[in-house]
Antibody, heavy 118, light 108 residues
Framework: EVQLVESGGGLIQPGGSLRLSCAASGFTVSSNYMSWVRQAPGKGLEWVSVIYSGDRTYYADSVKGRFTISRDNSKNTLFLQMNSLRAEDTALYYCARGRIHLPYFDYWGQGTLVTVSS | DIQMTQSPSSLSASVGDRVTITCQASQDISNYLNWYQQKPGKAPKLLIYDASNLETGVPSRFSGSGSGTDFTFTISSLQPEDIATYYC??????????FGPGTKVDIK
């Protein structure tokens, strides 16, 4: 059974850093398109970042230069390193699995909440 | 960058009604368009991929159509369990993703 379990969220001051984790089971993260998608309270979905074949990575303009996506194949885990956090980064962060190498998000985690506030 | 718009932003319909949501891209995106359902407090669920393909296990009352810049998502007969927000999602040739702003559907 495919499962995605996010962790690492919390309350952080503006300018701070957090590292989110997404532990996967039932498949291997190295074999699939993997993304982070966030949702600010009461708002819509916003794509954040992707990692896929050959460790190719892309980022939304809103996080480029501040966030880094990576994966540890030995731990079957996806990460999102978030630096220079801003109030507007406050959101529920989901990791999502693509259908092999395509961004059809067929499995999602339950999300981890990041709150950026002083 | 390609912009995605959805209309309406919200709608109320009766059980059994036909519900239609449109998604428009700012330029031709072929059929690179997926649809998701998100119920309150839950993660999104993939319903339709590549504009018109029904995801396995999704009821046949859901359908999608369109190509180019204009896309339609339809619920043929609205059920109480369909109360949710629906999002279109585009992906480009680098597999970067853009979500539409969402359409909230509730029961009249």
């Amino acid at each position: 059974e495919v499962q995605l379990v996010e962790s690492g969220g919390g309350l952080i001051q503006p300018g701070g850093s957090l590292r989110l984790s997404c532990a996967a089971s039932g498949f291997t993260v190295s074999s699939n398109y993997m993304s982070w998608v966030r949702q600010a309270p009461g708002k819509g979905l916003e794509w954040v970042s992707v990692i896929y074949s050959g460790d190719r990575t892309y980022y939304a303009d809103s996080v480029k230069g501040r966030f880094t996506i990576s994966r540890d194949n030995s731990k079957n885990t996806l990460f999102l390193q978030m630096n220079s956090l801003r109030a507007e980064d406050t959101a529920l962060y989901y990791c999502a699995r693509g259908r092999i190498h395509l961004p059809y998000f067929d499995y999602w985690g339950q999300g981890t909440l990041v709150t950026v506030s002083s | 960058d390609i912009q995605m718009t959805q209309s309406p932003s919200s709608l109320s319909a009766s059980v059994g009604d036909r519900v239609t949501i449109t998604c428009q891209a700012s330029q031709d995106i072929s059929n690179y368009l997926n649809w998701y359902q998100q119920k309150p407090g839950k993660a999104p669920k993939l319903l339709i991929y590549d504009a018109s393909n029904l995801e396995t296990g999704v009821p046949s009352r859901f359908s999608g159509s369109g190509s180019g810049t204009d896309f339609t998502f339809t619920i043929s007969s609205l059920q109480p369990e369909d109360i949710a927000t629906y999002y279109c999602q585009h992906y480009d040739n680098l597999l970067r993703v853009t979500f539409g702003p969402g359409t909230k559907v509730d029961i009249k």
